[in-house]
């Protein structure tokens, strides 16, 4: 017997006759975007689904600027239609970047992380308001840094495939380390 046909664990029951063993949520993969690591970690997840939040808060606030601004007086009416329709087409940044960390995509952390830089002046401005604003300028403070922690953490990077700078000759040699290879 081979060590390939030796299991690494007793298998009974169902298990045992339908194939290899089940995968948590934690190490299973995503399907053909996964990478040969493996898995989605939860902290990605996470960090998709607050971006995915930030993106439908612009769109509620966007289509909430819409109505007030057609149901309201002619003089602003122009400026709430124009921030409304800004604020929807803006949520489509959050929310491609959110689909593309769920399909782990590398290309779209680029996008989380700008979002999440951007939403922290406007959290701060919210804090200065002495109004109701303030704990909306709490809460997208909270989101927003809670983001960017999740976004550039160490298994996040692993699984979307980023090489950090330096590291791309870890992976592949460039042609002049292969032609300097041959000197030796």
């Known amino acids: 017997m081979t060590s390939e046909q030796t ?21 299973a993969p995503t399907g053909p975007a996964a990478p040969v690591a493996g898995a989605r970690p939860r902290r990605l997840t996470y960090a998709a689904a607050l971006v995915a939040l930030e993106g439908l808060a612009l769109v509620v606030a966007g289509l909430w600027m819409l109505v007030l601004g057609v149901a309201g007086d002619s003089d602003d009416r122009q400026q709430a239609v124009t921030g409304g329709i800004t604020l929807v087409v803006l949520a489509l940044l959050p ?12 290309w779209s952390r680029g996008p989380a992380v700008i979002t999440q830089i951007l939403a922290l002046p406007v959290a701060y401005n919210l804090l200065q308001a002495d109004s ?11 989101v927003a840094i809670a983001a960017l922690v999740l976004l550039v953490n160490r298994e996040t990077t692993r699984a979307l495939g980023i090489r950090g700078p330096g590291r791309a000759q870890d992976e592949e040699p460039t042609a002049g380390q292969q032609r300097g290879a041959g000197r030796k």
């Open 7 to 27: 299991p690494d664990a007793p298998r009974t029951g169902r298990a045992a006759r339908s194939g290899p063993p089940a995968q948590d949520s934690e190490t």
């Open 132 to 142: 109701v604003a303030i704990p909306a300028g709490i809460v997208l403070g909270v």
């Open 95 to 106: 929310l491609l970047a959110a689909r593309g960390l769920l399909a782990l995509r590398s």
